[in-house]
């Protein structure tokens, strides 16, 4: 996820690694780049001056704080700062009547089809049954893409894209929903002939319906423009709140953010990818920790929590966590990362991983996976469990039982260490390593 500004970002704080004094030259070098890398990502030129003289100002006046080096004490600001710019607290989405009606709103190609069935699969696995009204009488395939991409939910669509009008769609699909379930995801059109057309629409619809929430989904890709989008959407309906979509791998994704920030409305949730299950809550602090390099553990064991209910899988991630890991904690957690979603993503979530990695070492992990499943296979348990006793004769029979070679062989093994490397102190480091320390 915004992998150019992540990677200047830390580049950038690396500068830091030798600051044994607060010295200027050195925190000038440091803000300009702060300043490249957020003016390439579409962040509003002015805001961005005004955020690194902030960072400078702060840096050479604060006092330092009893316990940390000069180093941490401006990485800390700058880690501040660019929370701050993107909006602080995390604000969550509270389903706190029955039926919760959200009306979802973004212009067509924001991602609003696809947002709207993330929505429904975070709601399930919150515990909350919801129904879909689609109401979008633009684009008819809506309904079919709504009902494709919830099917295996088990959420149901009302709509009927044979009728034109987007008033009586939604007040059938209530009178349909009742008050059977917890959530009412009302889907609206995202164009009209024109933009007055689709606005009237909008507000007429939000008096039917009487939302208890409207979010507007934007797309991340558009940069600053989200601004005067989000503010053409507050005209007509009162905005509660936004998800801004397809963060991975947008360069302008920190202009979209940023720009969302500043008029003040809550950013709730991010899309991450075109499947269902990329999606997150927005945590500010979470999202610039991992983007200045620092990982995200918090958000890694949340991901993993949601796929695990075996309390074998917990003593894994507790395993990963400790330092201990072995191969048979590598082949539960290759099976797991499979299961939460494509391990590039995953692998960014890893503390001290997510930048060092080849750009295509998870590409091949994936590739592999079925390869290195039929490798353990042959392992013996006791292998799989003290991989160091795997030598020459035990990698010749591994490969022959395998119906491989002796260096697909090595080259698992290498994958092995290279992960156990890189997993080893992660726990360590974010507890209470300098990082951790900074950001309690
Ligand atoms: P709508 O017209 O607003 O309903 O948009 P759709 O939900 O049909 O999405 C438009 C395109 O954006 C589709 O190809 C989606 O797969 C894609 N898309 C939606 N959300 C994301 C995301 O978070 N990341 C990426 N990469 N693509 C997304």
């Not at 007055?196 to 007429?204: I, V």
């Not at 997150?280 to 553990?297: C, H, K, N, T, V």
């Not at 990963?320 to 499979?338: A, H, P, Y």
Request: hydrophobic share 35%.
């Amino acid at each position: 996820m915004l992998e150019g500004l992540s990677e200047s970002l830390t580049q950038t704080m690396k500068k830091l690694a030798g600051m044994s004094i607060i010295d200027k030259k050195t925190l000038k070098d440091v803000t300009k780049d702060i300043q490249r890398a957020l003016i390439q990502s579409d962040v509003n030129v002015k805001v961005v001056f005004g955020l690194t003289k902030k960072i400078e100002k702060r840096a050479l006046e604060e006092e330092l704080p009893k316990g940390l080096s000069p180093k941490e004490h401006v990485m800390r600001i700058v880690y501040q700062e660019l929370v701050n710019l993107i909006g602080e607290k995390p604000e969550e989405l509270k389903i706190n009547r029955k039926p919760y009606k959200i009306m979802m709103l973004g212009l067509q190609g924001s991602g609003k089809t696809t947002t709207t069935a993330k929505l429904v699969k975070h709601l399930k696995k919150k515990g909350h049954t919801s129904a879909i009204v689609c109401t979008d009488t633009w684009r008819p395939a809506a309904y079919e893409q709504l009902r494709q991409l919830t099917e295996p939910l088990d959420v149901p669509v009302f709509g009927d894209p044979e009728n034109k009008d987007a008033i009586d769609l939604a007040k059938k699909g209530l009178e349909k929903c009742g008050s059977k379930y917890d959530v009412i995801l009302v889907d609206t059109a995202g164009r009209h002939k024109e933009e007055k057309d689709l606005l009237d629409e909008m507000a007429e619809l939000s008096q039917i319906v009487q939302p208890d929430e409207v979010i507007l989904v934007i797309d991340g890709t558009i940069g600053q423009q989200a601004r005067s989008q989000a503010e053409t959407f507050k005209k007509t309906t009162d905005i509660g709140s936004i998800i801004v979509s397809k963060l991975d791998g947008s360069a302008k994704g920190g202009g979209a953010l940023s720009a969302v920030a500043e008029i003040r409305a809550p950013i709730k949730f991010i899309g991450t990818g075109e499947r269902v299950d990329d999606f997150e809550a927005f945590d500010p602090e979470r999202f610039i920790s991992r983007l200045l390099g620092m990982g995200d553990l918090d958000t890694l064991i949340e991901k993993a929590a949601e796929v695990t209910s075996e309390k074998s899988d917990k003593e894994m991630i507790d395993s990963i966590i400790s330092g201990k890991f072995t191969l048979k904690d590598m082949e539960n957690q290759l099976e797991m990362m499979n299961k939460m979603g494509p391990i590039q993503q995953i692998m960014k979530l890893i503390p001290g991983l997510g930048n060092q990695l080849p750009a295509n070492a998870s590409k091949v992990t994936e590739e592999k996976l079925g390869m290195y499943k039929i490798l353990m296979n042959s392992m013996t348990t006791y292998e799989l469990e003290n991989p160091e006793v795997i030598k020459k004769s035990r990698i010749n029979r591994i490969s022959r039982g395998a119906g491989l070679t002796n260096d697909d062989v090595k080259d698992l093994l290498k994958y092995y260490n290279v992960t156990k490397k890189a997993l080893k102190g992660m726990g360590k480091r974010n507890m209470s390593g300098p990082m951790g320390k900074l950001m309690r």
